[in-house]
Nanobody
Framework: QVQLVESGGGLVQPGGSLRLSCAAS????????MGWYRQAPGSERQLVAA???????EYSAPVKGRFAISRDDAKNTVYLQMNSLKPEDTAVYYC???????????????WGQGTQVTVSA
C-alpha cells in the first residue's frame, strides 16, 4: 500500500510564502516523476509544477518565477516553495507521484489527499 501525505497548506496574505511537502510511504521500489497540481472551485485540476527523477523541472505559466519544486529522494518527499502568492493561487493542492512498487512491473500514478491553500487579506 502506498500513501502520499501532503502538509504545509494554510491561509496566507497576498505576497506571502508557503512551503508544501508531500511524503510518499509504503511499498516503494522507485519513484519517477513527482508533481503538484491544484484545483480551484469550479475548475479542473491543473498541473502546477513537476520534477523528474533526474531533476528536470516544469512549471505552468502562472507560477513560473514564483514557485520552485524540489525533491529529496532519500525521504521520498517532494516540496513546493510558493513565493509572492496571489489570491488566484487559492486552491486545493494535490501531490502526484509516478512510482513502481517492484523491480519488475508497471508504474502507477498515486495522489495525495490534497491540502488547502488560501491567499487572502
Amino acid at each position: 500500500q502506498v500513501q502520499l501525505v501532503e502538509s504545509g497548506g494554510g491561509l496566507v496574505q497576498p505576497g506571502g510564502s508557503l512551503r508544501l511537502s508531500c511524503a510518499a510511504s509504503g511499498t516503494i521500489f522507485s519513484i519517477y516523476a513527482m508533481g503538484w497540481y491544484r484545483q480551484a472551485p469550479g475548475s479542473e485540476r491543473q498541473l502546477v509544477a513537476a520534477i523528474t527523477n533526474g531533476g528536470e523541472t516544469e512549471y505552468s505559466a502562472p507560477v513560473k518565477g514564483r514557485f520552485a519544486i524540489s525533491r529529496d529522494d532519500a525521504k521520498n518527499t517532494v516540496y513546493l516553495q510558493m513565493n509572492s502568492l496571489k489570491p488566484e493561487d487559492t486552491a486545493v493542492y494535490y501531490c502526484n507521484a509516478d512510482l513502481a512498487i517492484a523491480a519488475v512491473g508497471p508504474v502507477y500514478g498515486y495522489w495525495g489527499q490534497g491540502t488547502q491553500v488560501t491567499v487572502s487579506a
